[in-house]
Every structure is written in structure tokens, then in C-alpha cells.
């Protein structure tokens, strides 16, 4: 298991543009985020070191699960009839079933050591209010998450498991905020979005001096942490003398996949490009890197954090209500929208219909029901395997499945019935909403 979390931005060919205070335009400092995160986050956020040790404590925590299995995919393979070789960094394994942990067990250990009492978050598909809520279990913390209601409604069972955990979770429009009470105003019936619950999530954090907030994706902190991910694919690799041709990550706020691919660009990076091509699959009804604008804008539907330059559809864009509720975010990363601005990544964009058949292809052959985000990245794989079919070619292909399915079988059960509905970018309705949305992008002051 690594000791030390790797940081892409010290070796990045040029830097990313920064966060921008939304009253002055300039630059946040670490006072800006002091209100939201305890120290240690604040400096792993604006670091440029390229490694950053572990904490013993964490590396405690972490031995639970980690090191996470590699496993080659020999009867998926055998299905497609491909000579590509296609391995999965299964992290499913972890107490919440997904990689979140990852993340989570650093952020409530550094927010207990700075003193913190509780933790505020926000969740999608269930995943990372789920393991927040571990985490905070684990250092003593009281966790309150606010659940997108798309999510709550359609998978009670990650509510319950946020609760077993010792988590208070809410259905995100609520009433408890007034960014959740104004939503419900203008539309009752909203399902809700991430960007919403982080409102809700934020709202209160800021307003007790004892509670901090704490996100599951998007922050370089965030994906700094999940570098362990790529850090131990790339040890295990190299016991069994593979190179890697493509890496193929589900993409929403970008956790998972900067936490799979990051290690492998900074052996790219460091061979003057020669390396792995690096695919980020994203939701075709949510499509921020592939049909988004790359701008300044808010990560929250309310307006309350700092203005980050990311591939956006507009913060108070609604994503289609998908089963994949962790991909439903309205903005990519920002060390990952620069990455693809500067050409070092690439994105596609998949349907449910062709991500479902893929999962059921994976879940029939190699005897693991993925969860709905990480089916992405296996319909992507597919396609990669099958295109080898006819070239002859003997590609290595390195996928991350972050996560089980084990909690959301009711869309498993769509999808086999035949209710799925596909929302792709050729919708009208669906340009309409992004535009009008990217209409109301922020103005940058000064």
C-alpha cells in the first residue's frame, strides 16, 4: 500500500487557472477556504508538492481494504472474442463499496485533529455520503448529509447505510436552508442536483463555527487523495510486466479517474508523452466535457463558493434524474478540465442504454454487478476490445470499477425491463436547458 498521495500539479507543463474570490475576482487565499476546511486540507488544496506522506492514523484506517485487488477480466475478454487484455482496479472492496473512503477517512481525520465536532456533505448516488459518514465514524465526528432527492427516492438502501453508519441524512431540496426552501418554491417537484445539495450542505457549515464542510469530488485535495488508486495499479503492473496502451475512468467531479490516471500522466509527463492513452466517459445527458464550456462558474447552484475555470453546463443546470446519480454534477474538475484544454486527455460521452449493457456484460462474465457509474468506463473498455477485434491489435486496457451495484438494482431493473430512457445531447429540451443555463454563467468581477 503507498505512504504518500501524488500530486499532479507539480508536474504539470503549465498550471491551471486558479479559483477566484466571486466579490473580487482574484485569486482565493487560504483564509477564503479556512471558513469551510480545517488547515491540512486548505495547504493539500493549494500545494504544489508532488507527494504528500500519508498519516499513520489514515494508513490504519486504510489497511481495512487497501491494497485494493487488480484483476484481469480473462472471461469478459473470452465474451468479446478480443486479443486485448483488460484488467479493473476493483474498488468495491472498501466498507461503503466504492472508492469514496479513500477521500473520506483523510478529511474526517484532519478535520478531528483541527477540532472540528461535525461534517456537512452532500450526496448523489449515496456513495460518498456513505463513506463520509464511515469515516466520521471512525474519528468521532457527527456527519449530516444532504441526499440529491432523485437519489434518496430511488435508493433508500444508501440512505439506510448512511445511517447505519451514524449519519443524518436529509432529501436535498429540503426545508432546512434557504437555498433548499427556494428551490422548493420555484419547483416542488425538483429532484434535485449536486450542486444544489452542496448548497444546502455549505449553507449550513458556514453558519457553525464547529462544523465544516466536506466534498466527495472536483477539489485537488480530493483527488490528491485518491491517488492511491493509480499508485498501487502501477506497482501491481509492473509484478506482472504489463504496459498499459489505455486507461479508460468514469468521469462526474473527477474523483475516480484523477485517482486512477493521475499516476500514470506523471509517467507520461515524465517520458516526454510517450504513454498510455487516457480516456475520461462521462454521461451522455451530462455532458460537461464533451459538450460544456470551459469558464469560471460556481460549483454550487446557490452561488457560495469561489468561481472555478471547469468544463460547466452551468451551475444551476438540472441533470436528467440518471441512475448513475454520482455522474450528475453540472461541472468537471478543474485539474481535470485543464488537463483536456490542454489536449493531455481525452472524452466520450455514453447513453444508460449502452452503459447498462455493459454492466450486464461484466456482471455475466466476470461475476460483479457494477455500479452505475463505473458501467461508463466498461462500455468504453468494450468499445476499445471489439475495435481490437478487427485490427489484430493486442492493447492493454486499465479500467477503474469504483464501485458495486449491490444498492442500485432497481435501475439494473429498469434497464431489463426495457423503461430506461436515454437523454443524449441531440435532445432539444436538453441544448435548451445547458444554454439557458450558460446563460447565467457568472459574470468575472474587475
Same mark, same amino acid.
Given at each position: 500500500?503507498?505512504?504518500?498521495?501524488?500530486?499532479?500539479?507539480?508536474?504539470?507543463?503549465?498550471?491551471?487557472?486558479?479559483?477566484?474570490?466571486?466579490?473580487?475576482?482574484? $485569486?482565493?487565499?487560504?483564509?477564503?477556504?479556512? $471558513?469551510?476546511?480545517?488547515?491540512?486540507?486548505?495547504?493539500?488544496?493549494?500545494?504544489? /508538492?508532488?507527494?504528500?506522506?500519508?498519516?499513520?492514523?489514515?494508513?490504519?484506517?486504510?489497511?481495512?481494504?487497501?491494497?485494493?485487488?487488480?484483476?484481469?477480466?480473462?472471461?469478459?475478454?473470452?465474451?468479446?472474442?478480443?486479443?486485448?487484455?483488460?484488467?479493473?482496479?476493483?474498488?468495491?472492496?472498501?466498507?461503503?463499496?466504492?472508492?469514496?473512503?479513500?477521500?473520506?477517512?483523510?478529511?474526517?481525520?484532519?478535520?478531528?485533529?483541527?477540532?472540528?465536532?461535525?461534517?456537512?456533505?452532500?450526496?448523489?448516488?449515496?456513495?460518498?455520503?456513505?463513506?463520509?459518514?464511515?469515516?466520521?465514524?471512525?474519528?468521532?465526528?457527527?456527519? /449530516?448529509?444532504?441526499?440529491?432527492?432523485?437519489?434518496?427516492?430511488?435508493?433508500?438502501?444508501?440512505?439506510?447505510?448512511? /445511517?447505519?453508519?451514524?449519519?443524518?441524512?436529509?432529501?436535498?431540496?429540503?426545508?432546512?436552508?434557504?437555498?433548499?426552501?427556494?428551490?422548493?418554491?420555484?419547483?416542488? =417537484?425538483?429532484?434535485?442536483?449536486?450542486?444544489?445539495?452542496?448548497?444546502?450542505?455549505?449553507?449550513?457549515?458556514?453558519? =457553525?463555527?464547529?462544523? @465544516?464542510?466536506?466534498?466527495?469530488?472536483?477539489?485537488?485535495?480530493?483527488?490528491?487523495?485518491?491517488?492511491?488508486?493509480?499508485?498501487?495499479?502501477?506497482?501491481?503492473?509492473?509484478?506482472? =510486466?504489463?504496459?498499459?496502451?489505455?486507461?479508460?475512468? @468514469?468521469?462526474?467531479?473527477?474523483?475516480?479517474?484523477?485517482?486512477?490516471?493521475?499516476?500514470?500522466?506523471?509517467?507520461?509527463?515524465?517520458?516526454?508523452?510517450?504513454?498510455?492513452?487516457?480516456?475520461?466517459?462521462?454521461?451522455?445527458?451530462?455532458?460537461?466535457?464533451?459538450?460544456?464550456?470551459?469558464?469560471?462558474?460556481?460549483?454550487?447552484?446557490?452561488?457560495?463558493?469561489?468561481?472555478?475555470?471547469?468544463?460547466?453546463?452551468?451551475?444551476?443546470?438540472?441533470?436528467?434524474?440518471?441512475?448513475?446519480?454520482?455522474?450528475?454534477?453540472?461541472?468537471?474538475?478543474?485539474?481535470?478540465?485543464?488537463?483536456?484544454?490542454?489536449?493531455?486527455?481525452?472524452?466520450?460521452?455514453?447513453?444508460?442504454?449502452? @452503459?447498462?449493457?455493459?454492466?450486464?456484460?461484466?456482471?455475466?462474465?466476470?461475476?460483479?454487478? $457494477?455500479?452505475? /457509474? $463505473?458501467?461508463?468506463?466498461?462500455?468504453?473498455?468494450?468499445?476499445?476490445?471489439?475495435? @481490437?477485434?478487427?485490427?489484430?491489435?493486442?492493447?492493454?486496457?486499465?479500467?477503474?470499477?469504483?464501485?458495486?451495484?449491490?444498492?442500485?438494482?432497481?435501475?439494473?431493473?429498469?434497464?431489463?425491463?426495457?423503461?430506461?430512457?436515454?437523454?443524449?445531447?441531440?435532445?432539444?429540451?436538453?441544448?435548451?436547458?445547458?444554454?439557458?443555463?450558460?446563460?447565467?454563467?457568472?459574470?468575472?468581477?474587475?
Amino acid at each position: 500500500m503507498p505512504t504518500r498521495w501524488y500530486n499532479l500539479l507539480a508536474d504539470l507543463p503549465t498550471a491551471p487557472p486558479p479559483p477566484l474570490h466571486p466579490g473580487t475576482g482574484q $485569486p482565493v487565499g487560504p483564509e477564503d477556504l479556512a $471558513p469551510l476546511f480545517p488547515a491540512d486540507l486548505v495547504a493539500q488544496e493549494v500545494s504544489t /508538492e508532488r507527494y504528500v506522506d500519508i498519516p499513520a492514523e489514515v494508513q490504519d484506517v486504510y489497511r481495512l481494504w487497501r491494497p485494493s485487488p487488480l484483476y484481469r477480466a480473462h472471461r469478459l475478454e473470452k465474451a468479446l472474442g478480443t486479443p486485448a487484455r483488460i484488467y479493473y482496479k476493483y474498488e468495491g472492496v472498501s466498507p461503503a463499496g466504492s472508492h469514496k473512503p479513500n477521500t473520506a477517512v483523510p478529511q474526517a481525520y484532519y478535520n478531528a485533529r483541527a477540532g472540528v465536532r461535525r461534517l456537512t456533505t452532500e450526496t448523489g448516488a449515496g456513495q460518498w455520503g456513505t463513506a463520509l459518514a464511515f469515516a466520521c465514524a471512525q474519528f468521532g465526528l457527527e456527519c /449530516e448529509v444532504w441526499q440529491v432527492r432523485a437519489s434518496y427516492d430511488a435508493k433508500p438502501y444508501r440512505r439506510i447505510m448512511i /445511517e447505519t453508519f451514524g449519519g443524518q441524512v436529509h432529501p436535498s431540496p429540503s426545508d432546512l436552508t434557504e437555498a433548499g426552501r427556494a428551490m422548493l418554491a420555484s419547483d416542488p =417537484d425538483s429532484p434535485g442536483s449536486l450542486g444544489l445539495a452542496i448548497s444546502e450542505a455549505v449553507e449550513v457549515a458556514a453558519q =457553525d463555527p464547529t462544523t @465544516c464542510y466536506a466534498l466527495g469530488s472536483v477539489l485537488n485535495h480530493v483527488l490528491l487523495h485518491q491517488t492511491v488508486i493509480g499508485e498501487e495499479a502501477l506497482l501491481q503492473l509492473a509484478k506482472i =510486466d504489463e504496459t498499459v496502451n489505455v486507461i479508460v475512468g @468514469c468521469t462526474g467531479g473527477g474523483s475516480n479517474f484523477g485517482g486512477l490516471t493521475f499516476p500514470f500522466l506523471r509517467e507520461k509527463l515524465a517520458a516526454g508523452g510517450a504513454g498510455p492513452v487516457v480516456r475520461a466517459v462521462e454521461p451522455a445527458s451530462c455532458p460537461s466535457l464533451t459538450q460544456g464550456t470551459y469558464a469560471y462558474d460556481f460549483g454550487d447552484v446557490a452561488g457560495m463558493t469561489p468561481l472555478l475555470k471547469m468544463h460547466t453546463l452551468g451551475h444551476d443546470f438540472i441533470p436528467d434524474p440518471i441512475h448513475a446519480g454520482g455522474l450528475r454534477y453540472h461541472g468537471m474538475s478543474p485539474l481535470i478540465s485543464h488537463l483536456y484544454a490542454e489536449g493531455l486527455i481525452e472524452a466520450r460521452a455514453k447513453t444508460q442504454q449502452d @452503459c447498462f449493457a455493459a454492466g450486464v456484460l461484466f456482471a455475466r462474465t466476470e461475476g460483479i454487478v $457494477p455500479a452505475p /457509474e $463505473p458501467t461508463h468506463a466498461l462500455a468504453a473498455a468494450v468499445d476499445e476490445a471489439l475495435a @481490437c477485434v478487427d485490427t489484430g491489435q493486442e492493447k492493454v486496457i486499465l479500467t477503474a470499477l469504483c464501485g458495486h451495484g449491490h444498492l442500485d438494482l432497481p435501475a439494473y431493473d429498469a434497464y431489463l425491463r426495457g423503461s430506461l430512457v436515454d437523454h443524449t445531447w441531440e435532445d432539444t429540451e436538453l441544448q435548451q436547458s445547458v444554454a439557458a443555463a450558460l446563460s447565467r454563467l457568472p459574470a468575472i468581477p474587475g
